[in-house]
């Protein structure tokens, strides 16, 4: 009996060597081409969206008017909402704000790292208690702090920044919440509800998007004046298992690839937002790094375990102008891992490379439409539901697993 048990450990531990190096081996094929092959291989299931203008055409349109979820590109809007309260001086960018009061929303390894990495640039050559809020706003895009997201929300106000897309001509935008607290809602709910794992995941399912959305504000406004202890911290890292994380992630604000688009064309045009507005935005979303070969390029990336999105601009010093939206969803590890490793050397080669532009632009061409089959309403509805059920026992089948 010992050595069948031994055997079985040791075969099993080949099969986790094995999987592991071959999942090593596989993320290392990245390239820009595999952004293209994505992107075709998952057009018809809608969990993808590419949009591309250059030279004011439109160079790629794929499913750009499907909502899908943002991550931290979103975090745009918060941008452009501080750049405008900047200009108007209802905001002090200089004013300082200290590290600690950005404490309260920072939850320690739910953000890969972020906030960790702008605190250490920041204590480099010496140690801060308090930055400029202009500061905070380079945190939240540069280095996609959602601490300092939060923050910078409690500061310029929701309702402003929920302004913002209806002010650009964006119809489609879901309204913004309070990222972190957003985490915290499985912990609330399982403790006024008295969910097990198995069940959390349906019940933050059949929220509705207000039940959802009030429930992220209202945690965020009780942390401003009782924030987490760091138990209560580690407490919440431990509930996002893969289910609850999923789950989280589909609720995370939706918008379409065209009117990511049009953002990036009205602050590439650098004629729609007045000049004082581009002086507190642009040294935001761009690196001064691409002034070598570029009059000026920026973009704001974000990431779940599920997702990839991006939206940047570039103008060349020939003037060339590119606008590019990118969005994807219920991607799997690999698709997740190797399309972040991807997408930037595909941004790069197609600014750079004319031959990559035109196979872009050949490969990507969107199928025509089938003319809609006629439904009834009642079928839809039908089809609808078991889309949704099936989705929650998946969420159902996944916590059983990762428990």
Do not use: C
């Not at 055997?7 to 094929?29: A, R």
């Not at 375990?305 to 940047?312: E, G, I, K």
């Not at 969107?366 to 889309?387: T, V």
């Amino acid at each position: 009996m010992m050595w069948i048990i031994i055997g079985f450990v040791v075969i099993f531990g080949i099969i986790m060597i094995y999987s592991f190096f071959k999942f090593q081996n596989e993320i290392k094929k990245v390239s820009p081409e595999y952004v293209v092959e994505l992107i075709k291989e998952k057009q018809s299931s809608e969990d993808v969206a590419l949009a591309i203008h250059y030279n004011d055409e439109k160079w790629v349109s794929i499913n750009e008017q499907i909502p899908l979820p943002l991550a931290s590109t979103v975090k745009i809007i918060v941008a452009i909402e501080f750049a405008q309260q900047a200009a108007d001086h209802k905001i002090d960018p200089l004013q300082e704000v200290p590290l600690e009061r950005l404490d309260t929303f920072n939850i320690p390894k739910t953000d890969g790292g972020a906030h960790k990495a702008w605190l250490d640039t920041l204590n480099a050559n010496k140690q801060m208690t308090h930055v400029p809020l202009h500061e905070v706003a380079k945190g939240m895009i540069q280095f996609s702090s959602n601490a300092n997201t939060d923050y910078l929300i409690d500061i310029l106000g929701l309702e402003n920044i929920n302004q913002v897309p209806e002010r650009l001509g964006i119809e489609d935008h879901d309204l913004l919440f309070p990222v972190v607290s957003s985490m915290y809602i499985p912990v609330q709910l399982m403790q006024d509800k008295n969910l097990t794992p198995q069940t959390l995941v349906i019940t933050m399912d059949k929220l509705s998007d207000e039940e959802y959305r009030q429930m992220a504000i209202d945690i965020h406004n009780k942390w401003i004046e009782q924030p987490l202890t760091a138990l209560e911290k580690r407490k919440l890292t431990k509930t996002l298992n893969m289910a609850v994380q999923r789950a989280w992630s589909e609720r995370l604000p939706r918008a379409t690839a065209e009117g990511y688009i049009s953002i990036m064309d009205k602050i590439n045009s650098k004629k729609y937002f007045s000049q004082s507005v581009h002086n507190h935005l642009d040294p935001l979303l761009e690196n001064p790094k691409n002034k070598e070969k570029f009059l000026y390029a920026g973009q704001k990336g974000g990431s779940t375990s599920f997702s990839v999105t991006m939206a940047m601009y570039a103008t060349d010093k020939e003037h060339n102008q590119t606008s590019l939206a990118l969005f994807t969803n219920r991607l799997n590890s690999i698709e997740q891992v190797k399309l972040s490793r991807s997408v930037n050397d595909f941004q790069r080669k197609f600014l750079t490379d004319e031959a990559f532009r035109s196979h872009v632009k050949e490969e990507l061409k969107e199928p025509p439409s089938d003319e809609a089959d006629i439904s009834s309403l009642e079928e839809g509805n039908e089809a609808e539901e078991m889309e949704r059920k099936s989705r929650i026992q998946k969420l159902i089948d996944e916590t059983e697993v990762k428990d």
